[in-house]
């Protein structure tokens, strides 16, 4: 039982490159998340589904899309990446109604 | 719109010390409260909820939290810190059940010997 997993864990980008982060999860949760981590800031919530076949902006969506493919599988896409994208990413999922657990994170850097 | 604010970006405590971290937050409705953990180049891992039922919070390894409605806090305590409590922790809310939580910008806690 892995939980939740992304990949990569590691990506440098140039600045208008894109790039489309995976997320996966094992625990057969209807919700997943997708949040940004910068210093001093918290974790933001970019972009969520809470159930197979919907998606809704978080705090944080622009320059973001998401792709809900499956009840395991949420992805994250950079269309043309910016320096500010620079952050770790983290994809959390959850029950209806339970606690979020989350991925180990991806550190993302645009050049 | 439901806030939190975590008091201290840095809090420093010797080993066997009490730990406190501050947490308050801004709700128009009863709220969930979380704290999680994270420690260096790892995800978050949740360490205890409030979810309306006891005040009273009681989670992983040794810490607890208190509810209070009014002063509108959570703050996290450990009686005794462990060198292995060094990390970073983060108090969430959300008003609508478990999901779109809302985090505080996180403490760092530091344990020296």
């Known amino acids: 039982n892995a939980g939740v997993t992304q990949t990569p864990k590691f990506q440098v980008l140039k600045t208008g490159q894109s790039m489309t982060l995976q997320c996966a999860q094992d625990m057969n949760h209807n919700s997943m998340y997708w949040y940004r981590q910068d210093p001093g800031m918290g974790l933001r919530l970019i972009y969520y589904?809470?159930?197979?076949?919907?998606?809704d902006k978080g705090e944080v969506p622009n320059g973001y899309n998401v792709s809900r493919l499956n009840k395991r599988e949420f992805s994250l896409r950079l269309e043309s990446a910016a320096p500010s994208q620079t952050s770790v990413y983290f994809c959390?999922?959850?029950?209806?109604?339970?606690?979020?657990?989350f991925g180990p994170g991806t550190r993302l850097t645009v050049l | 719109a439901q806030s939190v604010t975590q008091l201290g970006s840095h809090v420093s405590v010797s080993e066997g010390a009490l730990v406190l971290l501050r947490c308050n937050y801004s709700?128009?409705?009863?709220?969930?409260l979380f704290w999680y953990v994270q420690y260096p180049n790892q995800g978050l891992q949740l360490l205890l909820k409030y979810t309306s039922a006891a005040t009273l919070v009681k989670g992983i390894n040794g810490f607890e939290a208190e509810f209070k409605k009014s002063e509108t806090s959570f703050h996290l305590t450990k009686p005794s810190a462990h060198m292995s409590d060094a990390a970073e922790y983060f108090c969430a809310v959300s008003n609508t059940g478990f999901q779109k939580l809302v985090f505080g910008t996180g403490t760092r806690l530091l344990v020296s010997p």
């Open positions: 709700s128009s409705v009863p709220p969930y």
């Open positions: 959390a999922s959850s029950a209806m109604v339970d606690t979020q657990y």
């Open positions: 589904s809470a159930s197979e076949g919907t998606t």
